[in-house]
């Protein structure tokens, strides 16, 4: 294999290996951006079913839509037309009762509602504070109360529904039942029937699918009765199959028949379920593309490359940095394609580091609110134990200070003796007493001696058998416990006195209360929530009321969340898409602290902080790596490209004969040898450019005038220095005398032995016994007097006698000369060796010549017979003759015309120095002068 043959080969397999590398990222960053898609739409597709699942809960459904009525009722002056518009939309029948400040119904939805008169004594009691009237009323309306809204329903229990919804059993229908106090008096909403499951989604899915913004294939059921119903009323029995399926494994997600089904459990045990379209991204099209097109421009450029390299080389200063600038792109890919891919990655692990952190503080606040609740019962505990009386004053300071809502004192005989707010508060005395009595048993018995206390043995045996969760709040007195009364949870504080007037002190304080206290103290203590990244929400996801509350614009979306995490009881991760304030939410839903929904607000401002941190340092390791890399160049271009270029300004100077050009460039490496040994060449080739402008002094650009003749020669050197010899001049008798030689080789030997040559030519043409053989003898002598190389040398030796037109011609070792004469050829000569060839000399006779008017004699060294062209064919006496028969003309026509066309015969390359010397007989002047 040819040396281009294996630089073509290396350069095919660095290409191919590139080209390789190239595909190979593009199709793994491809990989990864199909994965990254394929994660982003099931991503999407589960929050439209969770979208779908928490709009079709029936609490969320049935609270929020009677939560939203009740306070825009309080705005609506028309309400006959929103109330009608309202039932249409969403299905729901209402009762509303429209009362002024003194508590009289001033109007009423529809007008025929009955029970006026019972709810005017409702909204009385609703919103009157604690008083012996109030416990009057409250024994006449406690029995209507459960009769109309359920058995165990009391006033106490609707009291909780000031703008919270209450359950209600109206007209033997699961209802629900909300009433607040606004600036014309208030209102009481009564939701008579609760909707089904089934009318809430069919009305949910025809409403979201009108929007596109449900799956055409979902439905729900109930995992323990393995049911399910597409769109709300179809029994489906193929998602049944499939969720039977998928219930031996974790998976919720299944692939069949080209879609792709979901399914999301709530904290209920309801599922809701989507089939939705198989997400098919066409990357695999532009995966292909890019082999193919990898592989096109492989065998492309290997094809350039092998075509264009057999008539073209790429300079190495060119080729050097072009291989260093593609061994370095490859890096330079890999790093820019793995940056992309560390950022999406660091995004994905940053919010999952959001997340449970988030979770971990939330979870983390909770704990602390039990903690601070036993931080509250040591102070409680502190200011009343001390207390022998208590006083309005001391009830109002502690509720200012947040540590209770209600008070009730008793004495040793466990009659209320105080109670803030004023009169019974709280549970009737049928339970209080028998429970007061059963805490002294175990804690202070002593005090129940002698004393003659009524007791009901049916209350304290309830209490006792713990079924409704009497007995346990005793089991902590002296701390604040969470207590359910009824629908609600309340924190009651039980303090037993051993001695003095007092026996028995129970506090009671709303849970939402103390909660809301903590949160807004925590909230103010940036560091407590990772140095103030996150910011603390709380939202009671019952009453849909912010305890702390976010920017208005922000309120929508993290109360969508708040309530998703609420339906399937679990920490929701959910991203806030405002454009004001754009940030990431994790919701965490706490049924034991009243549904509450603790809510942490990352902005993402800060993520965009800590990106633009790993952003910062990946352009740092870039610009490193692009300083490394400049490093690396300049390196190479000092070491390699500036000397190889200062080598090829060099040569191109060279080849403008600058021979006074240096290169200046001092090292001590292999290059400043070679630039000093190229210094020392150019200093001899200046000196060999002075012999050359010598030696073509010496070569005849003029000859001598001979009356009826035409001379002309020309002498192309094929290097600086030459071997071949034309000289021509006139003898002291008249004659013309010239000299056509070749000295074997070229340089400084040949450009010596020629100049003398010339100069022995001379000497003896100033002698009156001038003849070419003695000329010759000379010559061979001086030749075979350099005995420390041998130089030989071919003569043509002529003399002319104008007068008689006799040409005495001798040749040794030269090609004959050539003689036409009207038209005909003919060869001059005898074969002979060169002189300074052989032990002896031989004598060579001279031939006689004559002239005739037109005859030229050509005569020419064996660099124009021996001249080659591309197909390695020599052109031969024959071509030669030729040539010289085609090119008529004087001498000097002659002789350009034969450089000319020997010139091209070679292709312009010249590989032995060509001289021409041409001889005619002008045939106008000979007549003129015969005549």
Known sequence: MRGKDWEFLS????????????????????????????????????????????????EVYAHSRLLSLSRKLSRFEKFSFFLERFKNLWNMNVQVYFFDFSGKCVDSWPSDVPSKKFFEKLFKCLIMPPCPELEVMRKELDPKISFLFGEGKKLFSLQSGNKAPVEILFRKEDGLLVWNRNEKGGLIVILEKIPSDKEIFQKIWKWDSQKNSVPPISG????????????????????????????????????????????????????????????????????????????????????????????????????????????????????????????????????????????????NLVSNFYEHLDSL?????????????????????????GLLDIIQARDENIKLVFSYP??????????????????????????????????????EGIIRSDDMGFASTLNRPGQFQMVQLGRKKLLVFFKFYKSGPLTFVETQLSVLKGLEAFLNKQ??????????????????????????????????????????????????????????????????????????????????????????????????????FLILLFVISRVLSNQLIHPVNSLSLGLEALSHRDFGFQILDQREDEFGKLFSAFNNMMEEAKDLNLARIVQEGLIPSTFPEVPGYDIHGKVVL???????????????????????????????????????????????????????????????????EQLNFQLFMGLICGLLDPQTHRLEILVTGMPFPLMLKKGKSQWIGHPSLPLGIGKSRKRVFANSIQFSPGDQLICYSDGCVEAMNIKGEMLGYEGFSEMLINSGG?????????LKKVQAWRNQKITDDLTLFVISQNQEENEKSRE
């Open 523 to 624: 909230a103010r203590v940036k560091k407590a929530f990772e140095g103030g990244e996150f910011r603390l929400f709380a939202i009671d996801t019952k009453s849909c009321r912010w305890l702390i509350p976010p920017r208005a614009r922000l309120r929508g979306e993290i109360l969508s969340a708040a309530l998703a995490g609420k339906t399937f009881g679990r920490p929701e991760f959910a991203l806030i898409s405002n454009q004001e304030q754009p940030g990431v939410v994790i919701c965490l839903p706490c049924p034991s602290l009243e549904n509450v929904s603790l809510v942490l607000f990352y902005p993402l401002s800060h993520l965009g902080e800590r990106i633009m941190g790993i952003l910062r340092g990946l352009l740092t390791v870039g610009v490193f």
């Open 377 to 401: 019962s040591k102070i409680l505990d502190s200011r009343l134990d001390k207390v022998s009386s208590f006083s309005l004053d001391l009830a109002l300071q502690l509720h200012r200070e």
């Open 422 to 459: 004023e009169g019974p508060c709280g549970r009737s005395e049928a339970f209080m007493k028998p429970l007061v009595l059963l805490g002294i048993e175990n804690y202070y018995p002593g005090r129940l001696k002698g004393k003659k206390i009524s007791r009901d043995i049916f209350a």
């Open 718 to 784: 094929a290097s600086d220095l030459g071997g071949d010899v034309l000289d021509s001049f006139l003898l002291p008798n008249g004659k013309f005398c010239f000299i056509v030689g070749d000295i074997v080789g070229h340089g400084i030997g040949a450009a010596l032995m020629m100049a003398f040559a010339r100069a022995v030519s001379f000497h003896e043409s100033q002698k009156a016994d001038f003849s070419p053989e003695k000329l010759a003898y000379d010559i061979d002598a001086l030749l075979r």
């Open 11 to 58: 350069f095919a397999v660095q290409f191919g290996i590139l080209i390789l590398c190239l595909i190979l990222g593009f199709d793994f960053w491809l990989s990864g951006l199909e994965n990254k898609n394929q994660r982003k739409n099931l991503e999407e597709n589960r929050k439209k079913l969770s979208r779908l699942a928490v709009r079709c809960d029936s």
């Open 220 to 363: 729900f059921g109930y995992r323990g009765e393995g049911k399910f119903f597409r769109s709300g009323d179809l029994r489906d029995e193929y998602a049944e199959q499939l969720f039977s399926s998928l219930e031996k494994s974790s998976e919720r997600q299944i692939e069949v028949g080209g879609f792709e089904w979901l399914f999301l459990e709530t904290g209920s045990g309801k599922v809701v379920y989507g089939a939705f379209p198989v997400f098919r991204e066409n990357l695999r099209f532009w995966r292909q593309t890019a082999r193919l097109g990898g592989l096109f421009l492989f065998f492309l450029g290997c094809f350039v490359l092998r075509i264009w390299g057999k008539k073209h080389t790429i300079p190495l200063r060119r080729l050097l940095p072009g291989l260093f600038a593609i061994s370095a792109s490859i890096p330079l890919l890999g790093i820019a394609l793995g940056s992309v891919d560390l950022l999406d990655n660091y995004r994905e692990v940053l919010g999952s580091r959001i997340r449970s952190n988030g979770e971990s503080l939330l979870r």
């Open 890 to 898: 004087n001498s000097t026509q002659i002789v350009d015309n034969m």
